[in-house]
């Protein structure tokens, strides 16, 4: 499902690592825990944790791929944060 007005900045395990884009205000941090069943070969791969950067052009879209995504019930969820624009 493709959710307008995001845009996938970082996901290490996926391969994906772009440039910052500030003219998407939003940012969602997410970490993730490596897998239980894999957990050394996902530390030697990836690092500790599974990480992922959304910069959303509102709170809303990104709020929508965070539900989309499940990531709010996530079980290997360590931290999750929505930044809001800095001001100017």
């Not at 940012?27 to 950067?53: H, K, N, V």
């Not at 944060?81 to 800095?86: A, D, H, K, L, S």
Request: proline share 7%; aromatic share 6%.
């Amino acid at each position: 499902m493709a959710i307008r007005g995001i845009k996938l900045i970082q996901h290490n395990t996926s391969g994906v690592n772009l440039p910052d884009d500030l003219s998407y205000p939003w940012r969602l941090d997410a970490a993730l825990g490596p897998p239980e069943f894999m957990t050394m070969a996902f530390i030697g791969l990836y690092g500790g944790s599974e990480t992922i950067r959304v910069r959303g052009k509102s709170r809303k879209a990104l709020e929508k791929f965070v539900k989309v995504n499940c990531l709010n019930t996530h079980p290997r969820l360590r931290s999750l944060e929505i930044t809001q624009p800095e001001a100017a």
